[in-house]
């Protein structure tokens, strides 16, 4: 797996993240199961006819894609406005993913543009990213298109528009996520796509799916940039 990083990030110039899963766990202390029945609560309040699976969600992104395929756009509003408001309550509470900051700031010693790329709402990454003294190393953040969960990931047009903002082209980025949306919507992007499989039942998942590279550890990134850091001093003391 060492040999397969080394060899991917030979070829890149920008490093992409999802948030949820690579950065942090956002619902760490305030539960996805949580949120999502409060989504559900307030669709039943709006007087909406729900189908029975949707009442036993437990992934509020979810009920935010069948609201906006179901409901009128008034309604998709509500749901939206709800959950960005439960995303920044979430982040005080978010649990840091281990060799998360460091895959940060080691990326950003070697030279490389980081970008967070979300279908979390871009205030809530960028709350969580002041709190944790990350917002100067990272730039843009892409978070979820407002009321318009058609354009979430694995939809490819927030990897594009990021990687259009770094201007690096698509085949020299590399995007870091967590789920097969990532990898579907990282595909489809033409950029790089290494699979965190931070549970190992999604590790053959993502092979199947053609992630460049599965990782189970952030830790994997962090010590290839950091010995990539370590390198190039070593060549500019040679130089100098």
């Given at each position: 797996m060492t040999t397969d990083l080394d060899r991917l990030f030979a070829e890149v110039d920008a490093v992409l993240l999802d948030f949820d899963g690579p950065v942090c766990g956002i619902f760490a202390g305030y539960p996805a199961r949580d949120v999502a029945a409060e989504l559900v609560e307030l669709l039943y309040r709006h007087g909406v006819d729900l189908p029975p699976y949707l009442t036993s969600e437990t992934d509020p992104l979810e009920v935010l894609r069948w609201t906006g395929s179901a409901c009128d756009?008034?309604?998709t509003r509500s749901v939206e406005d709800a959950l960005c408001e439960a995303e920044l309550q979430?982040?005080?509470?978010?649990?840091?993913?281990?060799?998360?900051?460091?895959?940060?700031?080691?990326a950003r010693q070697a030279g490389l543009?980081?970008?967070?790329?979300?279908?979390?709402?871009?205030?809530?990454?960028?709350?969580?990213?002041?709190?944790?003294?990350?917002?100067?190393?990272v730039a843009p953040v892409i978070g979820r298109a407002y009321a318009d969960p058609d354009r979430m990931k694995p939809?490819?047009?927030?990897?594009?528009?990021?990687?259009?903002?770094?201007?690096?082209?698509?085949?020299?980025?590399?995007?870091?996520?967590?789920?097969?949306?990532?990898?579907?919507?990282?595909?489809?992007?033409g950029v790089h796509v290494i699979a965190y499989a931070n549970r190992p039942q999604k590790a053959n998942p993502f092979r199947q799916a053609g992630a460049d590279?599965?990782?189970?550890?952030?830790?994997?990134?962090?010590?290839?940039l950091v010995r990539s850091c370590e390198e190039q001093e070593s060549l500019g003391g040679r130089g100098g």
């Open positions: 756009h008034a309604v979430a982040v005080a509470s978010a649990a840091p993913t281990p060799y998360g900051r460091e895959v940060i700031v080691a543009p980081v970008a967070v790329v979300s279908n979390n709402s871009a205030g809530a990454v960028t709350a969580y990213l002041t709190e944790h003294r990350l917002a100067g190393h939809n490819p047009e927030p990897i594009s528009r990021a990687v259009r903002l770094l201007g690096v082209p698509p085949e020299r980025s590399v995007l870091v996520g967590d789920s097969l949306s990532d990898i579907e919507g990282g595909r489809a992007a590279v599965v990782i189970t550890s952030m830790g994997s990134i962090a010590e290839l």
